[in-house]
């Protein structure tokens, strides 16, 4: 049988019914999804002690523009053949084949 016979709830008591059952699978999701609301100066207050690097502003501006062909033909050159397709289903040579169309 695949049902659940009985489960624990939160003091420790095990319940049979289904009623029961039902309200501590409801609890414990309610408790599992429940959004603590966030606490913004803690937040900026720990990012100012934990020291963490800058990236300076000129390789910011870099990061953020358009790729460019040049990486991408660099990109593909890097990339191992013969290995599983990715998310697109297209495996890399396809890419190499058809990199200038």
């Avoid at 019914?17 to 720990?46: D, M, P, S």
Wanted: include cysteine; hydrophobic fraction near 30%; charged fraction near 25%.
């Amino acid at each position: 049988s695949r049902k659940i016979n009985q489960l624990i709830n939160e003091q420790g008591q095990i319940c049979y019914g289904n009623a029961e059952k039902k309200k501590i699978v409801q609890n414990y999701y309610e408790r599992l999804y429940h959004q603590e609301t966030v606490q913004e100066e803690k937040i900026e207050q720990y990012l100012q002690e934990v020291n963490l690097p800058w990236i300076p502003k000129e390789v910011e501006t870099m990061l953020e523009g358009n790729i460019t062909m040049m990486e991408l033909t660099e990109a593909l050159k890097k990339q191992n053949t013969g290995k599983a397709p990715g998310p697109d289903g297209l495996p890399v040579e396809f890419y190499i084949t058809f990199q200038e169309t």
